[in-house]
C-alpha cells in the first residue's frame, strides 16, 4: 500500500501536450477515478505513473520514493489495461503465476495467492479452462485477478469494463468495488464512464486537454462543480445552459434570458455584484425541472414554459425534451405519473435554489445555489 504524488507532472508527445501541470495527491489506501472525454490524458497518465513512458517535467512520487527514473518492474504497481490480453495457450492458472513465477516465488506460494485471489473473484471452477473458454466477463475477471496476485501497492486500471455488455459492467463495478474494500491498496481507475466514475470512486479527478479540472467526492463534484465542463460533464442528461444576464430589480436578483427570468437567492451567491448587467451562463441540472403538477413539497421554484420535442417514459421517470424561444432543446427529468404530451406546450416549474451560474469567458462557477 502506498500514497501516490503528482507535483507538477506534465507529458509532452512532440507537439502534443498530452498532460499539463498535473498536482495530485492520492492517500494511500484510497479508490481515485480518473474520467474525462477521449484523448484528455488518462491513459497517458496511468502509464506514467506505471513507469511505460518517461515524465517529461515534474516529480512523481509512490511511498516516500521519488520515482521518476524507477524502471517499471521496481515500482510495485499492477496495471490492469484496457485489451487485457491473456495469454491463449496458457489455462486460467498459468495466466495468474506466470508473473509470480518470474518473481521467482516458491510453488506453494504461488498456489496459495492464486486460490486465494480466484476465491475473491469467483473463478475456482475456471482455472483450468483456456481463455477462449472463457465469457467476457470471465476473462476480464483473470486479468483483474492476474494484477491481485501480484500483491501490488498500487492497482492501476485502465477502463478494465469497457468491453463487457451492461449487466456485466455492472456485477464487475460492484465486484471491483468490494475487492478494493478487501484488499486495501490504492486503486487509481481510469474511465470515461461517468456513472462508473460516480459509483466506484472515493474521488474523482476530471481531466480535460491534459488539465486537471477539479478532484473531489462524487457528491461534491455533482452538487458543485467547479466550472461548466465539469458540470456538463458530470450528470446524465447533461447540465442544461442558458445564456443571459444577471440583474438586480427591486429587492431581487434575478438572471435574465431571451425566453426565461429566474429570481436567485443572494445569499448563495457570492461575489455576484461584479457581474451585475453582465452576462452569465445559467447551469439547471434536468432533475431540478419538474412537471408543474408534480412539484416535491418545500421547494421554491419559478414557472418555465416549454414545447416539448421528445419524451423518454422510462418507468421510474420521464426525460423530456422542451424547446424554449430561443429554440435550442433542454432536459427535464420529471416524475414518472406526468401526463405531458409530445407537441404540446408543458408548464414547468424550475428549483431556483439549485441554479448554477458560471462565467462565460472563463466559465468557472460564479456561484452553485447549493440546493439540497
Ligand atoms: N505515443 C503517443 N504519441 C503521440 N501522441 C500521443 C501518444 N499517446 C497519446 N498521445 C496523445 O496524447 C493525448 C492523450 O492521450 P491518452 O491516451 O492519454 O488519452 P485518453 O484520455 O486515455 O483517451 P481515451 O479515452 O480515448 O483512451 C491524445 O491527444 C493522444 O493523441
Ligand atoms: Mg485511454
Redesign the pocket.
Known amino acids: 500500500m502506498a500514497q501516490v504524488r503528482f507535483e507538477s507532472v506534465s ?1 509532452r ?2 507537439d ?1 501536450l ?2 499539463h501541470d498535473l498536482t495530485l495527491a492520492i492517500a494511500d489506501g484510497e479508490f481515485l477515478v480518473f474520467v ?10 496511468l ?1 506514467l505513473l506505471a513507469g511505460l ?1 518517461p515524465v517529461t517535467t515534474g516529480h512523481l512520487y509512490i511511498g516516500d520514493r521519488r520515482v521518476n527514473d524507477l524502471s517499471a518492474k521496481d515500482r510495485d504497481i499492477a496495471m490492469v489495461f ?1 485489451s487485457y490480453a491473456l495469454y491463449p495457450h496458457m489455462s486460467v492458472y498459468e495466466n495468474m503465476a506466470f508473473s509470480l513465477e518470474l518473481q521467482g516465488l516458491g510453488k506453494g506460494e504461488i498456489q496459495q495467492r492464486v486460490q486465494r485471489a480466484a476465491q475473491q473473484m469467483e473463478l475456482e471452477d475456471l482455472l483450468q479452462r483456456k481463455p477462449k473458454e472463457l465469457s467476457g466477463g470471465q476473462r476480464q475477471r483473470v486479468a483483474v485477478c492476474r494484477a491481485i496476485v501480484r500483491n501490488p501497492a498500487v492497482f492501476l486500471m ?2 478494465p469494463l469497457s468491453n463487457l455488455d451492461a449487466q456485466l459492467r455492472g456485477q464487475a463495478r460492484v465486484e471491483i468495488s468490494r475487492l478494493h474494500r478487501e484488499l486495501g491498496s490504492t486503486l487509481i481507475y ?1 474511465t ?1 464512464d461517468q456513472v462508473e466514475a460516480m459509483t466506484m470512486g472515493t474521488r474523482i479527478a476530471v ?1 480535460n486537454q ?1 488539465r486537471l479540472q477539479q478532484v473531489d467526492t462524487p457528491q461534491a463534484l455533482y452538487r458543485a462543480p467547479s466550472n461548466k465542463f465539469v458540470a456538463g460533464f458530470i450528470g446524465s442528461p447533461a447540465m442544461n445552459f442558458l445564456a443571459g444576464v444577471l440583474v438586480e430589480t427591486d429587492d431581487l436578483l434575478w438572471f435574465k434570458a431571451e425566453a426565461v427570468s429566474f429570481p436567485l437567492d443572494r445569499t448563495t451567491c457570492p461575489g455576484y455584484q461584479r457581474y451585475l448587467g453582465q452576462p452569465v451562463i445559467c447551469g439547471i441540472r434536468p432533475e431540478d425541472i419538474h412537471d408543474a403538477h408534480y412539484v416535491p413539497t418545500g421547494l421554491v421554484t419559478s414557472p418555465l414554459q416549454g414545447k416539448i420535442s421528445a419524451l423518454e417514459r422510462m418507468g421510474n421517470e420521464v426525460i423530456v425534451y422542451l424547446t424554449l424561444g430561443d429554440r435550442q432543446t433542454y432536459a427535464a427529468r420529471v416524475d414518472r405519473r406526468s401526463a405531458l404530451a409530445l407537441g404540446e406546450t408543458g408548464l414547468f416549474a424550475v428549483n431556483t435554489r439549485a441554479i448554477h451560474l458560471f462565467d462565460p469567458d472563463t466559465e468557472i462557477a460564479i456561484a452553485a445555489q447549493g440546493a439540497p
Do not use: I, M, W
Open positions: 507529458k508527445y512532440g502534443v498530452a498532460l474525462g472525454p477521449s484523448g484528455c490524458g488518462k491513459t497517458t497518465t502509464r513512458e484496457q485502465d477502463e481510469v470515461h481531466l491534459g
